[in-house]
């Protein structure tokens, strides 16, 4: 778990979207992004903790850390080589 905020390219909002919509989300923005951005996702969903690592790992994107900020979960993914 992080201490606070990474440096990001760009920033997802998913906030008041739940299981598994935050996920679809990221996908979806991932897809448009360069091989080596960071993506921050913003959720209030406490699932997304244990979702967005796992995801990474099987779609092999860099799963960089988390913090919790006021109520929301702040996640971080950094885009590696690979074909969503």
């Given at each position: 778990?992080?201490?606070?905020?990474?440096?990001?390219?760009?920033?997802?909002?998913?906030?008041?979207l739940?299981?598994?919509i935050?996920?679809?989300?990221?996908?979806?923005?991932?897809?448009?992004?360069?091989?080596g951005?960071?993506?921050?996702?913003i959720?209030?969903?406490?699932?997304?903790?244990?979702d967005?690592?796992?995801?990474?790992?099987?779609y092999?994107?860099?799963?960089?850390?988390?913090?919790?900020?006021?109520?929301r979960?702040?996640?971080?993914?950094?885009?590696?080589?690979?074909?969503?």
């Open positions: 778990m992080l201490t606070g905020p990474v440096e990001a390219d760009h920033s997802l909002d998913t906030t008041g739940y299981c598994p935050p996920v679809v989300k990221t996908a979806e923005k991932m897809k448009t992004l360069p091989v951005a960071v993506l921050e996702v959720s209030d969903d406490g699932g997304i903790e244990a967005l690592p796992a995801w990474c790992q099987g092999g994107h860099e799963f960089l850390g988390s913090f919790h900020d006021g109520g979960w702040r996640l971080y993914v950094k885009k590696n080589d690979v074909d969503l």
